[in-house]
């Protein structure tokens, strides 16, 4: 859970997730948004080349937070 995202395109946040002994540098940016509706971001990790992009639409808001469904090609 990224506790300071925010659905605003521009916006970029990066952090760290430990996996098998390794911490992995995470860092996304907002590229598209439709409230209530659509999300993408590119991310990659640290250090490394290349960027992927993520798309997803909100599926349901609960305490204030909300949980996002990948979107497919």
């Not at 859970?1 to 860092?27: A, C, R, T």
């Not at 590229?31 to 209530?36: E, K, N, R, S």
């Not at 909100?58 to 305490?63: A, D």
Request: charged share 25%; glycine share 8%.
């Amino acid at each position: 859970m990224v506790e300071s995202f925010k659905p605003e395109v521009g916006f970029e946040i990066q952090f760290d997730v430990p996996h098998n002994d390794k911490i992995y540098q995470h860092l996304w940016k907002v590229t598209d948004v439709i409230p209530v509706r659509k999300n993408a971001y590119s991310w990659k990790y640290g250090g490394h080349s290349g960027d992927s992009v993520v798309r997803a639409s909100s599926c349901s808001t609960k305490g204030g937070k909300t949980r996002l469904r990948p979107l497919f090609a």
